[in-house]
């Protein structure tokens, strides 16, 4: 069992910038795949970030690449989300999510889900 908590959400105007952690409760986190995902009001939760050691390098999902960044503090056993200019369609709850074995862009693959924090990018 993984317990996920994320944190570092919240208000930011377009342009700011803001980084969310996960704090996982296993310390053996390393062998999982970490990926973030995000539910804006009305639409379905999307693939927006992850990693795993297995599959190497990171996957953004297009409309993030190059203004965020995932990465993850082993020692801590969290995974960060650096988002940099923002936009207001990034508003969404964010969640963390986590699975043994390679990275999925799919939400049903994920095992293990926190739960979630709100950022909102005011225009």
């Known amino acids: 069992q993984v317990q996920l908590v994320e944190s570092g959400g919240g208000l930011v105007q377009a342009g700011g910038s803001l980084r969310l952690s996960c704090a996982a409760s296993r310390r053996t986190f390393v062998t999982y795949a970490m990926g973030w995902f995000r539910q804006a009001p009305g639409k379905e939760r999307e693939f927006v970030a992850g990693?795993?050691?297995?599959?190497?390098?990171?996957s953004y999902a297009e409309s993030v690449k190059d203004r965020f960044t995932i990465s993850r503090d082993v020692a801590k056993s969290t995974v960060y989300l650096q988002m940099n200019s923002l936009k207001p369609e990034d508003t969404a709850v964010y969640y963390c999510?986590?699975?043994?074995?390679?990275?999925?862009?799919?939400?049903?693959?994920?095992?293990?889900w926190g739960q979630g924090t709100q950022v909102t990018v005011s225009s």
């Open positions: 990693s795993s050691w297995i599959s190497g390098s990171p």
């Open positions: 999510a986590a699975k043994l074995g390679v990275l999925s862009f799919e939400e049903k693959q994920y095992t293990y």
